[in-house]
């Protein structure tokens, strides 16, 4: 007979870790930021568990698998809900949820799991319910960057729900103008005076200890986690997210920050993803639209060449550590890899490959010391350390990147 639902949840990512880079290059795609929590958040928080990781060998030191006797193994992609979560609960033992052949979770014991020696492979050969032939059934999933930006919205109102329910926000100062139909929420040593915020559009989250300088506009949905800070006068249209200790100024639209990111000055930003420990220099401007309102496309690194969005709004993909200087112009649906450097007059070219350095005027390879150095600072500003971890899988990055720098 069955016992309790198991809490041990090993998040997998699948073939689509290569359609989401950069930003996969440094994470799991469980680690990908969408809504107000990162996709393993949120699992966790429905599932009642703890998650950890199947991923690419060279991420396996920071982010390792744990295996115990019942194992509830979930593919990254998926974003959960209610119907799919109810689905989940109901596996037995050594039962797998299908689409299209595609294993989208599985109940396993440690002994099946570790004789499952091909990995994620052999994984996909077990066989339960196909949820393509069960009628009504509609779920998300994140396969590409800009997947990101254009689920924020959804993703804000489900977690607003998850993270905020039968909870009170903290007194909203009459100092702030508010108006709209969704709520307002703000955590524990939140701060916000003299902003207009409006929620018509979605609810606005403020995290713990976050920032919301006076003079803001902001309309929903939009998050700005633990420890992020809104800078006076800032302009943000939802859904924007804010990930932990991010900065944010300007003018901002659609756009997701994925932690420890700066865009604290003017200049626009709008249908974009930025990853960790970026900075976006003052009066940076990406454009997100074409003049000739085509579908924009943007740079795969699995095809090698430019696939269409099917978007007429997309703007600047950004891997992490990767840095703008001040009046960076960034055409439409522009890639940039990890740990490059933009600068200069003109519009650079539309695919930036990793540890890239330079501009419209061409560039060179970022050296990787160089690169590591610049991090570890970055990293001491905020109290934290860029561990043995961080420095292996950069340099990883910077020698399986190298045949698409000059």
């Not at 309102?293 to 795969?300: A, C, E, F, H, N």
Request: hydrophobic fraction near 40%; glycine fraction near 8%.
């Amino acid at each position: 007979m069955q016992t309790t639902f198991p809490d041990n949840i090993i998040l997998f990512g699948d073939d689509h870790w290569f359609d989401l880079l950069p930003l996969t290059f440094t994470r799991p795609i469980c680690e990908l930021r969408v809504g107000i929590l990162t996709i393993r958040e949120k699992w966790e928080l429905f599932l009642e568990g703890k998650g950890s990781f199947i991923t690419q060998d060279y991420l396996a030191e920071k982010y390792p698998i744990h295996i115990e006797n019942d194992n509830i193994l979930i593919n990254s992609t998926f974003l959960p809900d209610k119907q799919l979560v109810n689905y989940i609960k109901q596996l037995k033992l050594n039962e797998a949820i299908l689409l299209d052949n595609e294993l989208v979770a599985a109940r396993l014991s440690n002994v099946h799991f570790e004789s499952m020696s091909d990995g994620n492979d052999a994984l996909k050969n077990l066989k339960g319910i196909d949820l393509a032939r069960e009628a009504g059934i509609q779920f998300s999933r994140i396969t590409k960057p800009y997947h990101i930006f254009a689920l924020n919205g959804q993703e804000i109102l489900n977690d607003f729900s998850l993270v905020t329910k039968d909870r009170v926000s903290l007194p909203i100062s009459e100092t702030n103008t508010i108006y709209g139909k969704y709520p307002v929420f703000l955590e524990e040593g939140a701060k916000m005076e003299c902003c207009i915020i409006n929620t018509n559009n979605g609810p606005v989250y403020i995290g713990k200890n976050a920032l919301i300088m006076e003079g803001s506009l902001i309309r929903g949905g939009f998050a700005a986690c633990e420890g992020a800070v809104v800078k006076m006068g800032a302009k943000i249209y939802g859904p924007t997210t804010a990930g932990p200790y991010c900065r944010l100024g300007g003018e901002i639209n659609n756009s997701v920050f994925l932690a420890n990111s700066n865009k604290s000055h003017d200049g626009y930003m709008g249908n974009s993803v930025i990853g960790e420990w970026c900075n976006i220099g003052a009066d940076t401007n990406t454009s997100n639209l074409k003049n000739n309102y085509l579908p924009v496309k943007i740079w795969s690194y699995v095809k090698e060449s430019f696939e269409d969005t099917g978007l007429q709004f997309c703007g600047l993909i950004m891997g992490d550590h990767s840095k703008t200087g001040i009046n960076t112009m960034l055409n439409t649906g522009t890639v940039i890899g990890v740990a490059s450097n933009i600068f200069g007059d003109g519009f650079p070219r539309t695919f930036i490959p990793s540890f890239s350095w330079g501009g419209a005027a061409g560039f060179t390879s970022h050296k990787i010391t160089k690169a590591l150095e610049t991090a570890e600072i970055v990293l001491s500003r905020r109290n934290q350390e860029l561990t043995s971890e961080d420095r292996k899988i950069l340099e990883h990055i910077y020698l399986n990147t190298a045949v698409n720098r000059p």
